[in-house]
C-alpha cells in the first residue's frame, strides 16, 4: 500500500473516530438529560412538595400564611405552585443532575450499588448550596430548621439514588437514531432530550438569574462539572484507559490527576455550603 493511501486511511479512521466520539458525548447528554429530568421530577418536584408540607405542618398558627421567600403562603397548596416547583425545581434541576452524573459517572463506579448513593453526596457537596440558599430566610424561619436542611439535603440523596439506574436504563435501553425502525422511534425522546440540553446550557451561561457574585458560582461550578470534568477524562484516558478509577491504579500520575479533578469542585462546593449554612443558622439562633 502506498504512503499516499496509508495516510488516507489514517485520516478516514480518525474521522470515523471523531464522528463516533461526538455521538458518544450526545447520548451521553440526551440519556442523562431524559434521566435527571425524571429523577428531578420525582425527588425535588414530588419530595419537595413534601418536604414544604412537613415544613407547613411544623410551623407555628402565627407562621401559617406568612408569604415565604418565593411569595407563596405556608399553608396553601396550590396547583400552580406544585407545577412550578415539579417544573423548576423537579424537572429543570434535575436535568442539571443528570448532565452531572452522565459528565461524572466514572469517578463513582467502583461503588457498585452504592454508586447512587455516593453521586447524590457528590451532588449535595457541590451544589448543595444552590438550593439550601443562605439568605432564603424560610429554612430559618418556618418550622424547625435542622428539620428543613435535613430534608432538603434529603432529596439530593434521592435523586442521586434515582438517577444512577434511570441513567443506566435509559443507555441500555435507547439505541442512537438510525434509519431502522428502532432508531426512528426514539427520535421524539433525543429531540427532547436536547431541548432540554440548550435550555440548561444557556441557564448555566447566564447563571441561573442569580445575581453579583452569587452569578459567577452558579456558571462556573455547573460548568466545571459537566464541561471540564469530562474534557479531562478524555485527556486521562488518553494516557490510560479510564472507564472507573480502579483502572488507574497502577498509573499513580494518572490517579492523582483524577482525584484531583473530583476533589477541586468538591473543596469549593463545601465552602460555598459552610457559608450557607452559616447564614441560615445565624438567622434562626
Do not use: C, H
Not at 121 to 142: R, S
Not at 246 to 252: F, R
Amino acid at each position: 500500500m502506498s504512503t499516499a493511501a496509508t495516510v488516507g486511511v489514517s485520516e478516514s479512521a480518525e474521522s470515523t473516530s471523531a464522528w463516533l466520539a461526538l455521538g458518544g458525548l450526545i447520548q451521553a447528554a440526551v440519556n442523562g438529560a431524559l434521566a435527571g429530568a425524571i429523577a428531578g421530577a420525582l425527588a425535588g418536584g414530588v419530595g419537595g412538595r413534601i418536604a414544604m408540607r412537613i415544613t407547613a405542618i411544623m410551623a407555628t398558627d402565627a407562621e401559617q400564611g406568612a408569604l415565604t421567600d418565593a411569595g407563596e403562603r405556608v399553608g396553601d397548596i396550590t396547583f400552580e405552585g406544585t407545577l412550578a416547583l415539579i417544573f423548576f425545581g423537579g424537572i429543570f434541576s434535575g436535568v442539571l443532575g443528570g448532565f452531572v452524573f452522565a459528565a461524572t459517572s466514572r469517578w463513582f463506579r467502583d461503588a457498585g450499588r452504592a454508586t447512587g448513593v455516593l453521586f447524590g453526596v457528590f451532588l449535595l457537596a457541590t451544589l448543595g448550596w444552590g438550593v439550601i440558599e443562605g439568605d432564603n430566610f424560610d429554612f430559618a424561619t418556618f418550622g424547625a430548621v435542622t428539620a428543613n436542611l435535613a430534608m432538603f439535603a434529603a432529596i439530593f440523596l434521592l435523586f442521586g439514588v434515582l438517577v444512577a439506574p434511570l441513567y443506566d436504563w435509559i443507555r441500555s435501553s435507547f439505541p442512537r437514531p438510525s434509519l431502522t425502525v428502532g432508531g426512528l422511534a426514539v427520535l421524539p425522546a433525543y429531540a427532547l432530550g436536547l431541548l432540554m440540553t440548550a435550555g440548561l446550557l444557556g441557564a448555566v451561561a447566564a447563571g441561573f438569574g442569580a445575581e453579583g457574585s452569587k452569578r459567577w458560582f452558579f456558571t462556573i461550578v455547573p460548568a466545571y462539572l459537566i464541561l471540564a470534568m469530562p474534557l479531562a477524562a478524555i485527556l486521562i484516558g488518553r494516557r490510560r484507559r479510564f472507564d472507573r478509577v480502579s483502572e488507574l491504579k497502577d498509573d499513580p500520575l494518572a490517579i492523582a490527576a483524577a482525584l484531583a479533578v473530583i476533589i477541586l469542585p468538591v473543596v469549593v462546593g463545601v465552602a460555598l455550603d459552610a457559608q450557607a449554612l452559616s447564614e441560615i443558622l445565624g438567622d434562626a439562633y
